[in-house]
């Protein structure tokens, strides 16, 4: 049950979200999770400021997930995560944020996990 929204100050074509969709389905099994259950949201043309201004091509991703994941999983999906974005998106690696959240409780077809 992961959710990955990608927030972006850039404009994501129709074509570069299915390319990082289809990426971010496969990198999810660094977290031992499945594309069978991912979520993936974009919101581009965001205003963003990063270091005080506002600067063209960054990006912040929060991962959710239920349950739990260990340091170095969570090391190699940022890793993969910083590639696909800064490839398909062409924002360098260092105006990349990215954040984990894990939950205990997730709900889904009307009842919780």
């Known amino acids: 049950m992961p959710y990955i929204h990608t927030r972006t100050n850039t404009k994501i074509s129709k074509e570069q979200e299915v390319k990082i969709k289809s990426r971010l389905g496969t990198a999810i099994s660094l977290l031992n ?3 069978d259950w991912l979520m993936v949201d974009f919101s581009d043309s965001c ?6 201004s ?18 170095e999983s969570y090391n190699n999906m940022t890793k993969e995560v910083t590639n696909i974005i800064s490839e398909e998106l062409d924002i360098l690696p ?6 984990y959240s894990e939950y205990e409780n997730w709900g889904w077809n009307g009842s919780n996990f």
Do not use: L
């Not at 260092?94 to 954040?99: D, F, G, L, R, V």
């Open 33 to 35: 999770k499945s594309e």
């Open 47 to 52: 205003h963003m400021y990063f270091s005080g």
């Open 54 to 71: 506002e600067k063209e091509n960054v990006a912040y991703i929060d991962i959710k997930i239920y349950g739990k994941g260990n340091r």
């Open 94 to 99: 260092n105006c990349i944020y990215i954040s």
